[in-house]
């Protein structure tokens, strides 16, 4: 249990820091970050982190697909964890 969660928060904080980084690059003109990354850390654990520095960030907010994802990975996270603490 202990290593998942320290992978949710390893890879949440690295995705957050991605869209900040991706933001940044968009900002100054800058080789960008691929939208695959930024999805597949959503998918594979990142969704909080993601959900979070989209909208921090106002970062990709206007595309329809990564608020898709978003808002998918958020649920789908949520009510993992959420059986996965209830029968500890």
């Not at 989209?54 to 970062?59: N, R």
């Given at each position: 249990?202990?290593?998942?969660?320290?992978?949710?928060?390893?890879?949440?904080?690295?995705?957050?820091?991605?869209?900040?980084?991706?933001?940044?690059?968009?900002?100054?003109?800058?080789?960008?970050?691929?939208?695959?990354?930024?999805?597949?850390?959503?998918?594979?654990?990142?969704?909080?982190?993601?959900?979070?520095?989209?909208?921090?960030?106002?970062?990709?907010?206007?595309?329809?697909?990564?608020?898709?994802?978003?808002?998918?990975?958020l649920?789908?996270?949520?009510?993992?964890?959420?059986?996965?603490?209830?029968?500890?």
């Amino acid at each position: 249990m202990r290593i998942y969660i320290n992978y949710l928060c390893i890879v949440n904080i690295i995705v957050f820091i991605l869209y900040g980084v991706d933001k940044l690059f968009a900002k100054i003109s800058f080789t960008r970050i691929p939208e695959k990354i930024l999805l597949n850390f959503a998918i594979f654990g990142g969704a909080y982190g993601s959900f979070i520095g989209m909208y921090l960030f106002h970062h990709k907010t206007k595309k329809k697909l990564f608020i898709r994802v978003n808002y998918f990975c958020l649920i789908i996270y949520t009510i993992f964890n959420y059986i996965l603490w209830r029968n500890l």
